[in-house]
């Protein structure tokens, strides 16, 4: 079996094309993922640029709201372009531009991830092409005109079904005629074997500035840790450095959109009996019909409606290092209102479903308890779906 | 012998260039996809790579991708592609090579799958997404069922890639001429001819030259140092139009040029 396995799930399954550049990128990511001046470049951008360390925020209103554990929540939300895709972003442009790459493509759903790739590429002045489905570039004209605003081509994809899994497919393509010089920024802890392992460290700073930062918050001790997971790359970086501490109980949380009928969700971990198979790449857990075809997964959160999962999740699954549940629409709509109207703060539509999961969960709580839940993004651009979804139009 | 082995030993003899038809599998439905291969093999084709169509075609250019949504749309089914096989089975011997990805066969389990090809009548696989790294298991599963699983050299294949590849090439080894997808454009065909003179030196496992080609003048290019040429979304975007018979010419017109320009 290939390299880049955790257990059983990653690997490398890509045309022959694609290898050589994987094996680039492997490489490089080899060199300078402990060489000491890059790790200073990285963490001088994440606090320069991106606004890092982020608060771990004591949300004291909502801890009386529940009356059980103790409540913090990790401010993702605060980081520069809104949400934590630019720590994987920066990470990656600053590896791209030590291999020489003049050119970054990537791929978006909902175009948070688009947005995060454009601004580190007007940053380094690289030139930057952002492949997206149209139906969500209809969805999303906003980080559209954001990515477009930033220098960055937008690329339409009418292939399949126009969706984020077609955008990822199309910018493989791309990547595999402009190998030589461009450099692919998969925005998940998902695909062929460097990146899920690549996205992971770059993402893994949230544990870690959580671990650091509760030993001065509430003694070092955390019960419960919570995130939420579409590719899995927020959920991934909060629970890595926690994944041998069997004393705190991590949760991933799926979209469980409209219900658990097959296309009504976007779950592929928390289902009665998931299959694995390969998606871009990977050896994963994956949403897919009895034939083997992938299928178009559906949640309110665009950045939630990713069929496949990051390898590293399926692997934790199966060793029950991460229990991994789902929330549906509404009950990340409550989780929305309810965030914005005790702390002030709106969540992004998919922080909702990590937040949502509050309220299974904390009435089984202790009070001498600490639950921390990773919120992921901030929900200035959900508010327009948000309010249609509550029955309001605004313009 | 294998019916794939034994077509390249008989083109080898005659010293002819192979001509390799990719047809995908159920577009749009089966009966046409068989009628289709019939025609191709009266028109010249010595072998057909027939598509079986994944929902994620990663290595595929926008005609075979619409071709394999279409196919799937109008509900083709891994086992009805078989089922394809065992149809054409009934009155043709034309090797026949399955194209298709990794997940579909995952599914069905492949030893299960190799052991149903095998038995329809498929002679190898062709599985893009599925490179030499992770071929162990797929290989094994051909083996056993005594069906050729096809290995890929590129351009930018490094040479000691390409001495691990030859060790365990299989049927024939595809030679994508281009970084890129397949899709027809034009191509310079020297830098795989070059990577082409250096697998030769390694193995006598056949070499064939697949990705661009759209025209005579591409196919005579592209066959230089190959043993045969791979014609994909020209063929296919015919029979989408529903041009078999156009399609068919053009096969014909491809087997006359190679055999002009190559026989000996």
Known sequence: MAKGRFGKYGGQYVPEIVMPVLTELEAAYEKYKNDPEFLAEVRKYFNEYAGRPTLLYYAEKLTKHYGKAKIYLKREDLLHTGAHKINNALGQVLLAKRMGKKRIIAETGAGQHGVATATVAALFGMECKVFMGALDMERQKLNVFKMRLLGTEVVPVTTGTSTLKDATSEAIRYWAANITDTHYIIGSAVGPHPYPTMVRDFQSVIGKEIKEQIKEEAGGKIDYLIACVGGGSNAIGTFYDFKDDNSVQKIGVEAGGRGPAVGDNAITLSSEGPLPGVLHGAYTYLAQDDDGQVIEVYSISAGLDYPGVGPEHSYFRDAGVVKYVSINDQEALDAFQLLSREEGIIPAIESSHALAYLEKLMPNTKEDEVVVVTLSGRGDKDVQQVAKALGEEID | ?264
Request: hydrophobic share 40%; net charge negative.
């Open chain 2, 1 to 264: 012998m294998s019916r794939l082995e034994e077509k390249f030993a008989n083109l080898k003899e005659n010293g002819k260039k192979g001509l390799i038809i990719y047809i995908t599998a159920g577009l749009p439905d089966a009966e046409t996809t068989v009628k289709a291969v019939l025609e191709a093999e009266k028109a010249g084709a010595d072998i057909i790579e027939l598509g079986i169509p994944f929902s994620d075609p990663m290595a595929d250019g926008p005609v075979i991708q619409a071709a394999a949504y279409t196919a799937i749309k109008n509900g083709m089914t891994v086992k009805g592609v078989l089922e394809i096989v065992r149809e054409i089975r009934k009155t043709s011997q034309i090797p026949l090579v399955g194209m298709g990805y990794v997940n579909n066969m995952l599914h069905y389990g492949f030893e299960k799958f190799t052991a149903d090809a095998a038995e329809a009548g498929l002679d190898g696989l062709i599985v893009p997404d599925v490179p030499h790294e992770e071929s162990a298991e797929m290989k094994a599963a051909c083996k056993a069922n005594g069906m050729h699983l096809v290995e890929f050299v590129t351009p930018g294949t490094t040479d000691s890639r390409i001495s691990e590849t030859c060790t365990t090439a299989d049927g024939f080894i595809y030679c994508v001429s281009i970084n890129g997808v397949t899709g027809v454009r034009k191509i310079d065909y020297s830098p795989i001819n070059n990577v082409i003179e250096h697998v030769k030196k390694q193995t006598a496992t056949p070499c064939a030259v697949g990705f661009g080609i759209g025209s005579v003048e591409a196919a005579i290019d592209a066959a230089k140092q190959a043993d045969a040429v791979i014609v994909g979304s020209a063929v296919v975007k015919r029979i989408a139009e529903g041009k078999l018979a156009e399609a068919c010419e053009f096969i014909n017109s491809l087997r006359s040029a190679l055999d002009e320009n190559y026989s000996k």
